[in-house]
């Protein structure tokens, strides 16, 4: 049972050292592009998180 946790960490380790080694740094644009785009998603599900509330709370009450 040892060797197999053992083992598991090495290759996880590898695994990671290899993602490390393939990805790359994104550039300005691209991070602010990408930024943007995950704020935007994240304000529409906050709006439509608070839509969905008023609509639950006005048939509640």
């Given at each position: 049972?040892?060797?197999?946790?053992?083992?598991s960490l090495k290759r996880f380790y590898s695994d990671s050292r290899?993602?490390?080694?393939?990805?790359?740094r994104p550039d300005v644009d691209t991070f602010t592009r990408t930024l943007k785009?995950?704020?935007?998603g994240?304000?529409?599900l906050g709006i439509m998180g608070f839509i969905i509330a008023i609509i639950i709370g006005a048939?509640?009450?």
């Open positions: 049972m040892k060797l197999n946790i053992i083992g290899h993602v490390m080694s393939v990805s790359y785009i995950v704020l935007l994240a304000l529409a048939i509640a009450s």
